[in-house]
């Protein structure tokens, strides 16, 4: 079974960065592309990066030019580097394949952007 675990959210002011961490058990992760997704209070999950198994990248508007998505397959690994944080970036990070084929999702990991 693939396991999904998310890591490296947290109380972050305004203007700063954070990168955030996702491992993948299991040979899905070397067969698809993966995306991070995330979910604020009220709202439904939403597409923030997308990366191909070729490292071409893809972002919501809303984060374009601010976050960057990388990956390291050696470390069955995708990363998501977020900067110039705003408060409406405040979500549950969760990462999955692209689109999403692991239907147990990861507990998600928060990040609350606030002074």
């Known amino acids: 079974q693939v396991q999904l675990v998310e890591s490296g959210g947290g109380l972050v002011q305004p203007g700063g960065s954070r990168r955030l961490s996702c491992a993948a058990s299991?040979?899905?992760?070397?067969?698809?592309?993966m995306g991070w997704y995330r979910q604020a209070p009220g709202k439904q999950r939403e597409l923030v990066a997308t990366?191909?198994?070729?490292?071409?990248?893809n972002y919501a508007d809303s984060v374009k030019g601010r976050f960057t998505i990388s990956r390291d397959n050696a470390k069955n690994t995708v990363y998501l580097r977020m900067n110039s944080l705003k408060p409406e970036d405040t979500a549950v990070y969760y990462c999955?394949?692209?689109?999403?084929?692991?239907?147990?999702w990861g507990q998600g990991t928060q990040v609350t952007v606030s002074s």
């Open positions: 299991g040979s899905i992760f070397r067969l698809y592309a």
């Open positions: 999955n394949t692209d689109p999403p084929r692991i239907s147990k």
């Open positions: 990366i191909t198994l070729g490292g071409s990248t």
